[in-house]
């Protein structure tokens, strides 16, 4: 529900009045401008995921400079990781009352900032706040509304728009992590962390595509959406949220209609008042505005807070809350191979063959083609994207296990390609999240699951190299972090509305096409 009054119009009222009239669908829905919001989206994931992917880079560079522990030195790359995640709920806020768009350039701009200001570092500490806290503020501000809007825009194909978005971050693990090298290399870091800067400048223009759809045309959006099985198949978890959120809708009309009285007088005022002096006319028009900016700031901050602590609260749906606790335990297991298989490979003496193709190249690579397959197979209309969700929960959390028994090249080479494939899960993220909320509340339900996410990202790594310390082998690391993960999957299971889960149907637009 990150939205403000220029982004969301969505309304959880009776879906029938809305598609009981002839409507003419929106050309950019599944179409047109949507395709230009993937393509921002997939810039995004690029610049952020990507660059953040490509952080051992400079890690190496911060160990020789500072000379501090490893374990210090770490925290610099998990602060900005798990800062761009938690922040999630938090930029709800912003998005409430500022917009997908407007956020996203305001933290293109702090990202850029928190990369300008490390490139001046004096000590691990100073890039705890420049580039962990800073530079991740920034990244998390502009990377949700990049997921959001692309669920605004899709009806249909929403996982196979996710999916091809969400491939930027295997492309920029592999464009950064080369630039970097090269960077570092010609320029030394800190002017390499300088012309990074610049570069995440370009986070300002894939906001600014982000153009707003109209209320009218959401609303089109949801009627077109009611006719699909899908979302029935969870209504007994939507309905506690839409039920609640149509109950606050007089109390919002009300001040709306109080607000528009003191602007027309204001307005009235002005056209009437024409003999008065140009300082009492620019008063009057700051009156405007600031009556205006009033308004938006507090139905914003008032749309941000029911969503977590109101009435129509997310934490009422039991489902979701299942899928947070099934998101605290899962991103750690995909994190924490990239951080410490280089170091199991240069204990089974496989360096020689990781060199020539890194382990951790074989999951980015795989990892792009299983965002876009199981988006595509997800939008079928006979399958399930849960079912798909699922199964690709399974297959991962397997492999993660079984990571541990493999000792030769091979071997890991082939977990590492189920676990790059079977992780193209997350493009199905926004998809179940907006499944199980609804489009109004899907940014704040999906702020709150990357908010876990990061948690598990922030915690995942440093907690499986203390494993490491006391047992010497990471085999414990990834035996404990797949069984937490498989706790997370059981206990979304149990929950009934996920048994009932039926694959969707073609909706009634479809079937005539």
């Known amino acids: 529900m990150y939205a403000s009054r220029e982004d969301i119009g969505y309304d959880f009222g009776d879906d029938s009045k809305v598609g009981s009239k002839p409507v003419k669908p929106n050309p950019n829905i ?7 919001i993937v393509f921002s989206s997939f810039l995004v994931h690029i610049l952020i995921m990507g660059s953040q992917m490509a952080l051992g880079v400079l890690n190496m560079e911060w160990l020789e400079e500072f000379n501090q522990s490893r374990g210090l030195t770490a925290w610099v790359s998990s602060l ?15 998005i409430s009352m500022c917009g997908c768009r ?6 293109g701009l702090l990202n850029a900032l928190g990369w300008i200001l490390s490139a001046y570092a004096s000590s691990v500490h100073y890039l705890f706040l420049t580039f962990g806290v800073t530079a991740g503020i920034g990244s998390g501000m502009v990377y949700l509304p990049a997921v959001v809007m692309v669920g605004q825009y899709f009806q249909k194909r929403r996982a196979l728009a996710q999916g091809l978005s969400t491939t930027g971050t295997g492309f920029g693990a592999f464009l950064m992590t080369a630039l970097l090298k090269y960077l570092c290399t010609e320029f030394g870091w800190r002017n390499a962390m300088f012309i990074q800067g610049a570069i995440s400048l370009n986070l300002c223009v894939c906001g600014a595509l982000m153009r707003p759809l109209s209320p009218k045309d959401l609303s089109e959006k ?56 140009g300082r009492n006319m620019y008063g009057l028009r700051m009156l405007k505005t600031l009556s205006q900016l009033t308004l938006t700031v507090r139905k914003g901050f008032a749309l941000w807070y029911s969503s977590y602590f109101g009435a129509a609260s997310l934490f009422t749906n039991r489902v979701f809350v299942a899928f947070i606790i099934w998101a ?16 199991i490979v240069k204990q089974y003496n496989l360096s020689r063959q990781d060199n020539v193709f890194p382990l951790t190249s074989i999951i980015a690579i795989v990892h792009i083609f299983g965002k876009v397959i199981l988006g595509i197979i997800s939008d079928l209309p006979c399958i399930s994207t849960w079912n798909v969700f699922l199964m690709a929960n399974f297959t991962l959390v397997t492999c993660i296990l079984t990571l541990p028994l493999m000792q030769t090249y091979v071997g890991l080479a082939v977990v590492c390609a189920l676990i790059g494939f079977s992780s193209g899960y997350f493009s199905l993220m926004p998809v179940v999240t907006e499944d199980l909320v609804g489009t109004k509340h899907l940014a704040n339900a999906y702020g709150i699951i990357i908010c876990a996410n990061g948690i598990s990202a922030l915690f995942g790594p440093p907690f499986a190299g203390w494993i490491y310390d006391i047992t010497q082998k990471y085999d ?13 999957i059981i206990f979304l299971l149990t929950q009934p509305c996920i048994q009932k889960k039926q694959p969707r149907q073609k909706s009634t637009e479809e079937a005539q096409v």
């Open 30 to 36: 599944d179409g047109g401008w949507a395709w230009m």
């Open 80 to 94: 900005s990781m798990g800062i761009t995640l938690i922040v999630g709920p938090f930029i709800g806020l912003f």
């Open 102 to 107: 407007l956020t996203a350039i305001i933290g």
């Open 222 to 277: 949801s009627a077109g959406r009611s006719e699909d099985n899908q979302a029935k198949a969870l209504s007994h978890s939507a309905e506690t949220i839409k039920s609640n959120g149509v109950l606050g809708d007089e109390p919002e009309k009300k001040e709306e209609a109080t607000a528009e009285e003191v602007l027309e007088s204001v307005q009235h005022t002005e056209t009437g008042g024409g003999s008065g002096s």
């Open 328 to 343: 605290l335990f899962a991103y750690s297991s995909f994190v924490i191979p990239f951080i410490h298989l280089p170091e």
């Open 476 to 488: 414990f690391s990834f035996y404990i972090a797949g069984l937490l993960y498989m706790v997370g």
